[in-house]
């Protein structure tokens, strides 16, 4: 199972970075706070152990050379915090089966067990406290009560400092993640940036050598990319050109050519070259990128002349819907997208309707209907694609160079925009143009 199968894994690598960083630096701390309090705990035990043996032998000796009178008195002084004298039997129990109580056992018998005969046994229901019976040099019974402490106690601000140093850790790997995935957060952006127009923003060629190896990397590819696009458009732009001169000559020759049904077939061919040869530089133009500068415009009023300009040439193109609202956007760009899919949707459906609409979060969804054959589902991304014509629905009859939605898709995309294509339940195909209202 990969980190990216578990369901409350981060999605970025920024917070990834910094969850495994605290995380592990969190554990380290807890690791060395426990071993920490571990060495503490097992040091005080073996110094008290050492007291133990000194104090309680003193005292066994100070009780045995006072008079038996005067014993009692002393009792009190001869306390400790974790242990006291009794005069007398004390309880009986079993042998001790708690290790602390083991060892200060073993630790009284090491100090006067030699001297003084001894037994220890556990008090009954406390197994860590325990009783320690000898006898003194007169036979009177003496009883050491033991009862360790609970654990040896903390200072209260020792909570406080590992609370601040967990917080400065987590700020320390905000701080490191941040600074290391800055670079790539800044490569990512000038990639997305990275459209038609080759406007992406040049990434600053500093920091540590693996960013700035990176972004000097990408800088040079945007430079190729760039360079390679300005010559195709050039070579492109250079064959418009110098095809103008040859079909222009050719239809002169065709003009006064006596073959009539002859001169019509080349004329309608030397016209399907020249549709070629322009829509082929408007398409290198358009993934070259768009210059025109996106102003606020009435998109009403946009789509209104334009479906007027196709009555009047005799389509059958209706409107319906409005923006009701202005649009900031590139109009000439906006029309010639429109007007590809009008165009589309009037050969092969004989007739097309617009529908407008501004939709949730400022955007503007323009659709352009038809009641055409529609186009295979596994090819509705395909289509996009220059020179791409579905043998269903195009020939040479229909006309059509296989670059007008390929131009309409890489309008869209210089202008921040979405194009798709769906087949409508009812028949037809949907050419649908999400805008992002940018007013």
């Given at each position: 199972m990969t980190l990216n199968a578990w369901p409350h894994?981060?999605?970025?690598?920024?917070?990834?970075?910094?969850?495994?960083?605290f995380v592990g630096l969190a554990l380290a701390q807890t690791?060395?706070?426990?071993?920490?309090?571990?060495?503490?705990?097992?040091?005080?035990?073996?110094?008290?152990?050492?007291?133990?043996?000194?104090?309680?032998?003193?005292?066994?000796?100070?009780l045995d050379h006072l008079p038996p009178d005067e014993r009692a008195e002393w009792l009190p002084r001869l306390a400790r915090r974790t242990y006291r004298f009794i005069l007398g039997p004390g309880v009986p129990g079993a042998a001790p089966d708690a290790a602390l109580s083991a060892r200060v056992a073993q630790s009284i018998a090491d100090g006067i067990g030699k001297r003084y005969p001894?037994?220890?046994?556990?008090?009954?229901?406390?197994?860590?406290?325990?009783?320690?019976?000898?006898?003194?040099?007169?036979?009177?019974?003496?009883?050491?009560?033991?009862?360790?402490?609970?654990?040896?106690?903390?200072?209260?601000?020792?909570?406080?400092?590992?609370?601040?140093?967990?917080?400065?850790?987590?700020?320390?790997?905000?701080?490191?993640?941040?600074?290391?995935?800055?670079?790539?957060?800044?490569?990512?952006?000038?990639?997305?940036?990275?459209?038609?127009?080759?406007?992406?923003?040049?990434?600053?060629?500093?920091?540590?050598?693996?960013?700035?190896?990176?972004?000097?990397?990408?800088?040079?590819?945007?430079?190729r990319v760039k360079l390679y696009m300005t010559e195709r458009l050039q070579i492109l732009a250079a064959i418009s050109h110098d095809l103008?001169?040859?079909?222009?000559?050719?239809?002169?020759?065709?003009?006064?050519?006596?073959?009539?049904?002859?001169?019509?077939?080349?004329?309608?061919?030397?016209?399907?070259?020249?549709?070629?040869?322009?829509?082929?530089?408007?398409?290198?133009?358009?993934?070259h990128g768009a210059t025109e500068v996106p102003i606020r415009i009435d998109p009403d009023a946009l789509f209104d002349s334009l479906v007027c300009d196709y009555l009047d040439a005799g389509k059958d193109v209706s409107l319906h819907g409005q923006v009701a609202t202005s649009l900031i956007t590139r109009p000439q760009a906006l029309r010639r997208i429109v007007g590809n899919l009008v165009d589309n949707a009037l050969k092969f459906g004989g007739a097309a309707e617009i529908a407008v609409a501004a939709a949730q979060g400022g955007e503007v969804r323009i659709s352009v209907l038809d009641r055409g054959p529609g186009i295979p589902a596994e090819s509705l991304e395909?289509?996009?694609?220059?020179?791409?014509?579905?043998?269903?629905?195009?020939?040479?009859?229909?006309?059509?160079?296989?670059?007008?939605?390929?131009?309409?898709?890489?309008?869209?995309?210089?202008?921040?925009?979405?194009?798709?294509?769906?087949?409508r339940p009812e028949g037809g195909l949907e050419a649908r143009l999400v805008l992002k209202n940018a007013g």
């Open positions: 894994w981060p999605r970025t690598l920024f917070a990834r970075l910094a969850l495994i960083l690791l060395s706070v426990w071993l920490t309090m571990t060495e503490r705990d097992q040091t005080m035990n073996n110094v008290m152990m050492g007291y133990i043996e000194r104090e309680v032998t003193s005292s066994v000796a100070l001894l037994t220890v046994n556990a008090v009954p229901g406390q197994p860590e406290r325990l009783q320690v019976h000898l006898r003194l040099s007169d036979g009177s019974p003496l009883t050491i009560d033991y009862q360790p402490m609970a654990g040896a106690p903390l200072s209260p601000w020792l909570a406080v400092v590992l609370v601040l140093q967990l917080i400065v850790l987590a700020a320390c790997c905000w701080l490191a993640v941040r600074v290391a995935t800055r670079p790539l957060s800044h490569l990512a952006r000038a990639a997305d940036t990275l459209g038609p127009d080759l406007k992406a923003e040049r990434l600053p060629e500093d920091g540590p050598d693996e960013v700035a190896r990176a972004a000097r990397a990408f800088n040079a590819m945007h430079d103008q001169t040859p079909i222009t000559r050719m239809r002169l020759r065709v003009d006064v050519m006596d073959d009539d049904a002859q001169g019509a077939k080349l004329r309608q061919d030397l016209q399907e070259m020249e549709t070629m040869v322009k829509e082929g530089v408007t398409y290198a133009r358009t993934m395909a289509v996009f694609e220059p020179f791409v014509r579905l043998e269903g629905s195009r020939n040479r009859h229909t006309g059509g160079t296989g670059l007008g939605l390929a131009i309409a898709r890489q309008l869209a995309l210089a202008m921040d925009a979405a194009l798709s294509l769906h087949n």
